[in-house]
């Protein structure tokens, strides 16, 4: 029976969606989630429902494109086991019509946030004797999508940290791996739709769950268990891999 007893785990973007999901599931397995976002009211219900569940969280708002708010929240609730790495923003956008203002704002939180988290996260589990890193990455780092350019190259740069950090810590007992899910149906893929596409939100939907060979979108719920599987015990023999969790897209789309 797979198991996160006891370890305490620190998880970026876990108001809503894909972290809210991990934060559940971990909390279920038995770990003590810290939940970083800037969502106050996402954040908060999150950690009540898991508490109400009769599980341990901890709520703590912050933005992951401040190094030092990271380094200080990181250092407040040291030791931890695990460090997710989730937060994220999506951007459509070739290289042309993306602005300078907006490739920056992907930066700042796709890239830049995570590096801010593992410049924190690794010093903390050096002094400890390991740790356990998952980071965040997209199907967009290994084939083209339309209109993708800078969150694409932002989650290029994800997958490269992850094997970086993997291997220049491989005997520091420290482990680094990375999720690369397509499209996951969440409360943000229904407001990305009807804020890009008015009035064909269906049809949107539609053509976006069957872009997936499977034939629909991932759950969050699924993503989740994949991360706590990774992240566990059971997955101490893993590092410097990414997971693909598409529904077939990076195989069998022809």
């Known amino acids: ?48 429902s898991i508490e109400a569940s009769g599980g341990k969280a901890t709520f703590l708002p912050c933005d992951v494109t401040s190094q030092q708010k990271i380094k200080t929240l990181f250092n407040l609730v040291a030791p931890f086991h695990i460090l997710v790495n989730n937060a994220g923003i999506a951007h459509i956008g070739n290289a042309v019509s993306t602005t300078e203002e907006d490739f920056d704002k992907v930066i700042s939180v796709n890239v830049k946030g995570v590096y801010n988290c593992l410049h924190a ?43 970086s950090v993997a291997k220049d810590y491989l005997h520091q007992g420290i482990r680094c791996n990375s999720i690369s899910p397509a499209r996951v149906h969440t409360p943000f893929v229904d407001g990305f739709i009807a804020k890009n596409y008015p009035g064909k939100e269906a049809e949107i939907f539609e053509k976006l769950s069957k872009s997936q060979p499977i034939g629909r ?14 992240c566990s015990d059971d997955a101490a023999f893993i590092t410097g891999t990414d997971y693909p969790i598409d529904g077939g897209f990076l195989t069998l789309n022809t």
């Not at 797979?2 to 969606?17: C, F, N, Q, R, W």
């Open 217 to 230: 979108m991932g759950k969050p719920e699924e993503i989740a268990a994949l991360a706590a599987f990774i």
């Open 121 to 163: 996260a690794i010093p903390i589990f050096l002094t400890q004797g390991g740790g356990v890193i998952l980071n965040m990455c997209s199907v967009a780092a290994k084939v083209g999508l339309q209109d993708r350019f800078a969150y694409s190259m932002s989650k290029g740069a994800v997958a490269a940290m992850t094997l």
């Open 1 to 48: 029976m797979l198991t996160l007893k006891d370890k305490k785990t620190i998880i970026t973007g876990a108001g809503s969606g894909i972290g809210k999901a991990i934060a559940l599931l971990f909390a279920e397995k038995g770990a003590h989630v810290i939940l970083l976002d800037r969502d106050l009211e996402g954040g908060k219900l999150v950690a009540e």
